[in-house]
């Protein structure tokens, strides 16, 4: 595998299931992110990892946690989701340092139902 | 704070015809800017990055960028459109904060018509 992977590709829950989203980067970054893209709003940056450690949650309900067990993991557990949570969500890396593009994963399409 | 904002939301241009994606920021310090391609079904991909070096950046598929600071603006261009072209495309910008976070324009949906 090269670059940054996500699974599932596509996930349909009900309000009560929990459910994690896992992204795999293979390119030896220490910062990893996900945002929520929306068909009406433009992408949100939802969390920032740099070196593991937890740098930056943008106002994300609770309903949302986030893992990072190394610089190379990070899961989004999910859990009593919204309808108006159903987007595609992204997964991306970089060298954590000004100036360097962030590599993207191809997302998980999340259906709430 | 930094913003983006992308002008039309939705362009249409005929294939062989200039595209002209427009982007404007705004930053405190001197700017990181990139556009990424999004293609339906998939993750973004970097087409192109100005990071201070020259003010005309030449990235992949055809597509460069030219950044005026005197006017805010880092405009995507490519002379001669083709069919696989037509993706969304997002300006986004970067103040080189600690933890290299970007803030994205709401993007533009190119659309190429034969």
């Known amino acids: 595998e090269t670059g940054v992977t996500q699974t599932p590709r596509h996930l349909v829950m009900g309000m009560t299931n929990k459910k994690s989203l896992k992204c795999e980067q293979h390119l030896g970054h220490n910062a990893m992110y996900w945002y929520k893209q929306s068909a009406k709003k433009p992408l949100e940056l939802m969390f920032v990892?740099?070196?593991?450690?937890?740098?930056e949650n943008n106002s994300v309900p609770s309903r949302f946690s986030p893992e990072c067990p190394n610089s190379s993991h990070l899961f989004l557990h999910l859990h009593t989701l919204q309808p108006e949570d159903s987007a595609l969500y992204l997964c991306?890396?970089?060298?954590?340092?000004?100036?360097?593009?962030?590599?993207f994963g191809p997302g998980t399409r999340l259906t709430v139902l | 704070a930094q913003s983006v904002t992308q002008l039309g939301s939705h362009v249409s241009v005929s294939e062989g015809a200039l595209v002209l994606l427009r982007c404007n920021y705004s930053s405190s310090v001197p700017p990181y800017l990139f556009w990424y391609v999004q293609y339906p079904n998939q993750g973004l991909q970097l087409l192109l990055k100005?990071?201070?070096?020259?003010?005309l950046v030449k990235g992949i598929n055809g597509f460069e960028a030219e950044f005026k600071k005197s006017e805010t603006s880092f405009h995507l261009t490519k002379p001669s459109a083709h069919m696989s072209d037509a993706a969304e495309y997002f300006c986004?910008?970067?103040?080189?904060?600690?933890?290299?976070?970007?803030?994205f324009g709401g993007g533009t949906r190119l659309m190429v018509k034969p």
């Open positions: 990892y740099n070196f593991k450690e937890q740098t």
């Open positions: 986004a910008v970067s103040d080189g904060n600690a933890g290299n976070m970007l803030t």
């Open positions: 100005y990071t201070s070096a020259a003010t």
């Open positions: 991306a890396s970089s060298q954590g340092v000004a100036g360097n593009e962030q590599f």
